[in-house]
């Protein structure tokens, strides 16, 4: 998605916890669900009983209302890392996701329920180490409003019909192993545990140091 940097893990948030438009977009509506057309067409949002909820590709006056979601990104990071960094970088990860918008290999598509946005998901190609590319969700955020409705499994399905339409095998995204939710979440959309990543504290100086193991 971009490039690799060291970093906190990225928490998927709100749920338990694109490109920019091109002309044409608008709303295709079937069998009680509704899809996006343009960049991002055929992207499965929600069932007629639920609130409408359209899945589209992110737009520039979409700004404010995405960064506000930022801080639910900061849901289920180890205790022991710093919170204001862990709020810094995560405004930072949506804002450079913002940022490359449009560009290749980058997408940002968001939910909108009555009106407002109720959730966003960022989408991009990252190279695994054994040289496949697979399709990897940077960030993914749901409004408390929207928690519940289903704005989550929609967004996961947009990502998933972006990498489905280049071609891409596999979807690949990363969460605190405190985040049991979204966890949680994840493994019944059939998504597996595929690394998993060990921390320990280590004394500094003659000193204990804080914090566990994660």
């Not at 060990?198 to 000193?207: A, C, M």
């Amino acid at each position: 998605m971009r490039r690799l940097r060291p970093r906190v893990p990225r928490q998927r948030a709100g749920l338990f916890q694109g490109g920019r438009p091109g002309d044409g977009d608008g709303v295709l509506e079937a069998a009680g669900c509704f899809f996006t057309r343009g960049s991002g067409a055929g992207l499965p949002v929600m069932g007629s009983e639920q609130a409408r909820v359209v899945i589209r590709p992110y737009r520039d006056e979409d700004r404010e209302a995405v960064v506000a979601l930022a801080p639910r990104l900061t849901e289920g990071v180890a205790a022991w890392r710093d919170a204001g960094a862990v709020a810094d970088a995560v405004r930072g990860w949506v804002t450079g996701s913002l940022e490359n918008a449009g560009g290749d290999g980058h997408g940002v598509l968001v939910a909108v329920r009555e009106g407002l946005i109720g959730g966003f998901v960022t989408v991009a190609t990252r190279r695994h180490f054994t040289g496949q590319v697979d399709a990897y969700i940077g960030e993914l955020a749901v409004s408390t409003e929207a928690e519940g409705t289903g704005v989550g499994r929609a967004l996961v399905g947009a990502a998933e019909s972006w990498a489905r339409e280049r071609g891409l095998a596999r979807v690949t995204l990363e969460t605190g192993a405190a985040n049991v939710r979204a966890r949680g979440f994840y493994r019944a959309l059939g998504y597996a545990e595929e690394e998993v990543r060990l921390s320990k504290p280590v004394p500094v100086d003659g000193q204990a140091a804080s914090g566990g193991a994660g």
